[in-house]
DNA sequence: AAAAGTCATGTTGTCAGACAATTGACATTT
DNA sequence: AAATGTCAATTGTCTGACAACATGACTTTT
């Protein structure tokens, strides 16, 4: 029996549903405006008011949300930094298109292959494991301006999957899809030198300068579900975030 | 009364305190290893379980532990490459110090000079606001990794603060004076090929790639106390961000 | 009338203790 | 040997309470 309200159906884990529903009730106040008490917030959210503290100090950590004690909870200015920031992944596309730029998939290239001993480590799977390695360049103004390779078990996405509606980005099928639960991604910065692979690909010189993220994409049960490296022509993208003085 | 311990002193808030007496006990623990157990450090730290738990909350969304119920709470792996959550704004000097990684001040620069249009926008003062630009090199292993330069209105600090202990790092001298009240920044995330001067300064070739950041740090009524521009050799610094999925 | 002080109220911050859920190790049975 | 049961340890959550703080209304003083 599908349930009704599909929005939050990852209800495996009562504590992941909580941080959902405060994060749609974050994303939908406007800003400065004030949260419901706390008290008001774990009875709504039927949980104890511990339990909602924590989820709230997540966002807290995020610069989402400001407390004050005496006062209330008040949602802070989220036009730009979050949108655009790094605080929250999206898929390159709805990436693209909050900075304007028209983006259109390149070349799509999908290949079967089996887990060597470094890619069974960084997915936390047994080596010979059957994995998809989905990679795309994305064009903007009809340039190249990005290189993205998923590399994931076929246990998450085989070849048949992407036969219907597949637009290039794993997470937007795999978050359409709604399993496995995405939770959050663990992503590294790096700058570097492009390699004679990528600069084919993106046109531009070998040893030029490129953005790099790696990141690895973990389920509800701390699972790797993919693993992306991502490389990035600069002035192209802009990539912020904001942090907190501890 | 002076305080015997005297690490923490910023007894302002004690959940800063808890959260920076963790910190340290997370940097200090061997990656894998097992943290004590929440009774056992409420107890350590003085705290309750509850907001015990709020603080290790934190840390959770950094990526830096991982709980698993019914065994334990363990801190995952950092190298010994300088490596960063970028949720929180530190210092080099104290993120190398919670690695034990030494770090030395190499060249130091200091200019007064006056705001032109560029600066005076970004920093949001009128043109020729006098300001402050210190600039400075931060050696590791006896090379040169990073270049940082600061820049803000001496309204925020002057020529004569920086004759008295000033290590290098605005950011922790504004911290330890304690005004002007410090909350977040803005960093935004760049690769650049090294100029003739950056190249210079870092012992590098021209054109080298580099991670650079760009950071405008706020104050508490939302002002621009200072403008940062960092330049990161790759491979000596790992930074991360725990991204959401939305 | 204006200023200062006082108090009530509402909100977040913290606490103590308890029980539930999960895991891992060990013992027991098949 | 394998499956199952038992138990202790640990994190996850709940309940209720009080402390700290901010705000506004009210009272008192000037």
Known sequence: MPSLNAPHTSERHPFQ???SQLA???ALTPAGDRLPTEPELAR?????RATLREAMRTFEGQGLIRRR???GTFVVSHNHVIESGLEVLQS???LAAKIGLEVTLGTLQVMRLSANQDQAAILSVPEGTPLLEVSRVIQAEDRPVAYLIDL???EFLTLDDLQDGFTGSVIDFLLRRGSPPLVNSLTEIHAVAASSEIARALEIQRGDVLLMFTARLFSGEGQVVDYSYSYFLP???RFHVVRRVG
Do not use: C, H, K, T
């Open 17 to 19: 549903r909580l941080q």
């Open 24 to 26: 749609d009730l974050i």
């Open 44 to 48: 709504r959210m039927g949980v104890s």
């Open 69 to 71: 004690q005496g006062v």
């Open 92 to 94: 390159i596309e709805s």
């Open 152 to 154: 994931l078990p076929e």
């Open 235 to 237: 002035g192209y993208f």
